[in-house]
């Protein structure tokens, strides 16, 4: 495995990180989010929760929805027929949804994993995807993109997608079996793994989204990340990696208005 090792150079995918990132605080009634520039446009709201975004509720009295996430790449549509059934108390397994239905919030929990949303301002459908290394190395971004084209004829050319705060290569060591899954269901390996010691590697979970969307015809352009690890910084953000424990999640959510 023909890996960059650490120890000789400084990390490329840190640096690639650094590059990408632009965010800004939201702060309202104590409750404290992240939004991306790139994705504030009138018929939309978003946000990337912290420590200090504690509940999420809707005036409209509807509940947001949400999936039992198990780290897979099976991606939901919400639409009128199922809306009800979705936002019931008995979430149904999965780690993406998709929809065009206005004023449904659609949300994702993370703790490390990468929360990514997804916006098409010409068809007007959002996605929001729980993007774990499973289910990264599975696609679940590319095959985002393609429930999108298929259910609501989006242009991949015109979607606008942000990447909120996760794990990064700085802290997201793996071992071999991951870098395994890595060289064998993706084409990136070389650009989004590093290799840390001889048994140990860093893996870059925001660049092989970014990767395999550009591949689903996603534009670079068109596409921001936060830049902030969870596990650097815990004041803001929950950490299953650094806590060693299931302390608390990140709500990550997007709505059509």
């Known amino acids: 495995m023909g890996y960059t090792n650490l120890s ?64 897979g790449d099976r991606i939901h549509p919400v639409n009128e027929a199922n809306a009800s059934i979705l936002d019931s108390g008995d979430p149904t397994e999965g780690d993406g949804l998709i929809t065009a239905l206005p004023n449904r919030l659609i949300m994702v929990s993370t703790a490390d994993c990468l929360p990514v949303l997804l916006f098409d301002p010409v068809s007007m459908a959002v996605a929001a995807l729980h993007a774990g290394w499973r289910g990264t190395v599975s696609n679940i971004s ?65 660049a092989l989204n970014r990767l395999q969307l550009i591949e689903a015809g996603v534009l670079a352009g068109r596409m921001a990340t936060t830049g902030l690890c969870t596990s650097c910084l815990p004041n803001l953000f929950f950490s299953y990696r650094r806590d060693r424990k299931r302390d608390g999640a990140l709500q990550s959510g997007i709505m059509l208005v």
């Open 142 to 206: 590319g095959k985002a993109v393609a429930a999108m084209i298929a259910t609501y004829g989006s242009d991949p050319r015109d979607l606008l997608v942000g990447f909120g705060p996760s794990i990064g290569p700085c802290c997201f060591e793996v071992e071999r079996d991951v870098v395994e899954a890595v060289e064998t269901q993706t084409a990136f390996q070389e650009q989004v793994i590093e290799q840390k010691t001889e048994s140990k590697w860093q893996l870059d979970l925001v």
């Open 8 to 71: 000789k150079e400084s990390s490329r995918l840190r640096r690639n990180v650094e590059e990408q990132q632009s965010y800004q605080w939201v702060q309202n009634d104590g409750q404290g989010y992240l939004e991306l520039p790139l994705l504030r446009h009138p018929g939309l709201t978003h946000f990337f929760g912290t420590r200090l975004l504690a509940n999420v509720s809707l005036e409209d009295g509807h509940k947001p929805i949400r999936l039992r996430q198990i780290h």
